[in-house]
């Protein structure tokens, strides 16, 4: 790929004659096509690509998880788009992706760094990296979580603590209308904060919603038309505008979170952790006291791994929060049945963790909320880790996937219902939740840290 983008740098940058473009146009147009030709029979099936352009005429790049769902209802729930001169293949369905990332997550295991989150993340963290580096970096942010007793009794007051907050800033508007998003955004990542840094920051703290702006900026950015052409031709594109306020975000990110575990390291007290930093720079000191070679444990690895927690577990939340507001207003019907379980069930106290198992109706509502909502309509780029042969198709190591979430929850052989807010979905004839295995708002497998954060809050 990387010699036929030098070849396309070459063919727009020098003097070359149209006549002369035209002729090198038509020879590479040829090799494509018989390139295409030579694989069609092994390889999955799809829609025509035109050279260089691939499928993008046939994308909308504002929407491109519409115009995939739509083209695997022609073409398969195993098919190949190419984006530009990158070929992707697209998984649809229940089925497909649960038979894709759970029976074949080694094969469709790894992470396809994309030429942006590459140049943000440079692959260190949690989210975005490959290799020793990913597995040590998940294996000790996992059993963190756990050990702060995340989605149990132990993080309870924490959570209960920031609800306090919210519920103070919602009830100073006196009932007058107001944008949510600030306070939910910020109620979010305040517990994120409390887990990770050991403490919280008030809502106007200008650093605090600094880091709240700039991590939702970059995760809207990242999804723009622009950046997806610049994922498909960086050598071409690296000027867009996008690309460059993304990184100015997590450069000035970088700075405010080394800044924060600088001011951690200095109160730092042995054997006493606050939070997930102060969890990682005792082990890191560890590894060096004891002479451990080729420790994960850098500051690169710390600086990333913080900012990805705070990225994905707020947005994603948050997101989901103002969801169900929306549907709580649409449907005021629905909105009466969590009302009357949760007065029977809990009466006037706060809701507890332990209250869960006795609350299947709203556990249903809450489920249904991330199915229609749809926030991650494609999972992020996973790529083959070997060559895999998968539902009789011959798929090479180190090709693209698209997991297509949206074919998942919308999948009309899972869901009675799927196009409208149904909390049935998750209840048996008696009203007693049941989970599906076709609620994957966050994708499976593996790599799936999002399914983590997802069922930790």
Known sequence: MALVEDFVFFLFSSPTTVLGAAVLLLTFYVFFFNLINIQKGQEPPGPRPLPLLGNLLQIDLKKPHQSLFELSKKHGSVFTVYFGIKKVVVLAG???VKEA?????????DRDITPILEDSNRGHGILFANGDSWKEMRRFALSTLKDFGMGKRSAESKILDECDHL??????HQGKPF???????HATANIISSIVYGS?????????QNLVSR?????????SP???LYNMFPRLTSWVKNRHQILRNAQLTISDVKDLVKQLRETLIPHSCRGLVDCFLIRKQKNEDSSVGASQFTEENLTFTVTNLFAAGTDTTATTLRWALLLMAKYPEIQDKVQEELSRVVGNRQVRVDDRKNLPYIDAVIHETQRLANIVPMSLPH???RDVTFQGFFIKKDTSVFPLLTSVLYDESKWESPHTFNPSHFLDAEGKFIASDAFLPFSAGKSTFGLVLKDHF
Not at 215 to 223: C, D, K, P, Q, S
């Open 383 to 385: 790529k083959t880790s």
């Open 179 to 185: 944008d949510t998003t600030p306070p939910l955004t």
């Open 101 to 109: 990332l759970v029976n074949y997550a080694e094969e469709f295991g």
């Open 215 to 223: 991590a939702n900026e970059n995760i809207r950015l990242v999804g």
């Open 94 to 96: 229940y089925q497909t």
């Open 200 to 208: 919280r920051f008030e809502y106007n703290d200008f650093r605090f």
């Open 226 to 228: 622009s950046i997806l």
């Open 167 to 172: 519920v103070e800033v919602l009830e100073n």
